[in-house]
């Protein structure tokens, strides 16, 4: 960790800097606008080439020349304690901005992040990475990560061997088909491209780009869907997902094509036979359990779904973000979900952890994130913004 520290602050990575996005635009009277995070705006057109240290600069990175600070004609008791009030991201931002805040923030940054307990220190590079464009924090290792353009959701990941050294291979994420899967990193930076504009468009489009496969077998090789889409979306700085499977090809169908797939870490289709007894029944790997009730609960409605052709099917998850549908056309089965990935305060935010399948999340324990039914598929096709 003290080598990873060193070299992010130290000079001689300034060739692989970022601009700083938090450098606010100076004019005659001072700074425009609030330093701290939460009112970052990304303008490369408006930041002095003076100002564009980074956080691969060290503390005494060459500050603005010639620009008098508001917060030079403030009592410094008084600065203290309104910085007081900031997060240590915070701090660290405002030390790279004019020279009054950065005697007030000045310390030795690498020795005090290394000193930093596990969860707040992941704070901190939340923090960092918030308005850095071409960074992103991942969770599972607690460092940051220099982004590779070609690491896409909606194919197999081609890194170059840089790009593979800076790649984390504990990053988590959800899986939804053999080629397709949502990362840690796809949701925070589309929510933070999105939010800066104008940098790093290219690679947000990317991101957002539909995904459509046919005829494929899933990741678990159960017999083949004919059909996966998959369509990202941000609304009100919330990446929402929409995903639809296609089972049948309109001429035959076999129920036991559906049997195990599942649409979050807590729903899954677990038999369809009606006459067998669901709970404590044998499952793939070979181990017996206790089925949850939100399980069969999803699994009942894919029952009354095929005997009612026509006729769809809403339902929600209880403990994640997730809405569903079910429709049975002839000889095919149509199961669509729609989720709410959050707005990604951190890579502890539950609005996106609840999502991540892991021994601390499935059926039967884990995080509860409670929605109103039927409000994240609204929000997806704009309806609740109507209803708003």
């Known amino acids: 960790m003290s080598r990873f520290l060193r070299k992010l602050f130290s000079r001689e990575q300034q060739s692989d800097r970022d601009s700083l996005p938090w450098a606010a635009t100076p004019t005659k009277s001072g700074l425009t606008e609030p330093l701290t995070s939460s009112f970052v705006k990304y303008d490369t057109s408006s930041i002095s080439k003076s100002a564009t240290s980074s956080i691969f600069g060290s503390s005494t990175a060459t500050l603005v020349e010639g620009i008098t600070s508001v917060f030079d004609?403030?009592?410094r008791e008084l600065l203290l304690r309104i910085i007081g009030h900031l997060e240590l991201h915070d701090h660290?931002?405002?030390?790279h901005t004019c020279q009054t805040l950065r005697n007030v923030t000045r310390r030795d940054w690498v020795s005090t992040v290394e000193q930093l307990p596990l969860a707040p220190r992941l704070e901190f590079w939340a923090g960092i990475a918030f308005v850095l464009p071409n960074h992103w924090v991942c969770g599972p290792c607690y460092r940051l990560h220099k982004?590779?353009?070609s690491d896409v959701p909606w194919k197999e990941r081609r890194y170059s061997r840089e790009a593979q050294n800076d790649a984390c291979e504990y990053e988590n994420g959800v899986r939804f088909d053999y080629h397709h899967k949502i990362e840690e990193k796809h949701v925070q930076l589309a929510l933070k491209f999105t939010r800066l504009n104008n940098v790093n468009q290219d690679y947000l489009a990317s991101i957002m780009k539909l995904f459509a496969e046919e005829s494929f077998k899933n990741y678990h090789h159960h017999p083949a869907y004919k059909s996966f889409?998959?369509?990202?979306?941000?609304?009100f700085e919330r990446f929402l997902l929409h995903t639809?499977?296609?089972?049948g090809n309109g001429v035959r169908f076999s129920p036991s094509e559906l049997r195990m797939h599942g649409i979050c870490p807590h729903m899954v289709i677990y038999s369809l036979d009606s006459g067998e007894q669901d709970r404590g029944r044998q499952t793939p790997c070979g181990c017996k359990r206790s089925i949850d009730t939100r399980v069969l609960e999803f699994t009942q409605e894919v029952r009354l779904a095929l005997k009612s052709p026509g006729r769809e099917f809403d339902g929600h998850c209880s403990r994640c973000t997730t809405d569903y549908s079910i429709l049975v056309g002839p000889a095919r089965v149509t199961i669509s979900a729609w989720h709410d990935f959050g707005s990604y305060k951190s890579p502890e935010d539950e609005s996106w952890t609840v999502h991540i399948e892991s021994n601390a999340n499935k059926f039967t324990k884990g995080p509860i994130v409670y929605h109103e039914p039927g409000s994240v598929r609204r929000l997806y096709e704009g309806r609740l913004i109507e209803e708003i």
Do not use: D, G
Not at 229 to 235: E, W
């Open 73 to 75: 004609n403030l009592e």
């Open 92 to 95: 660290f931002l405002l030390s």
């Open 147 to 149: 982004i590779n353009k």
């Open 229 to 235: 889409y998959s369509s990202p979306k941000i609304v």
């Open 244 to 247: 639809q499977w296609v089972f």
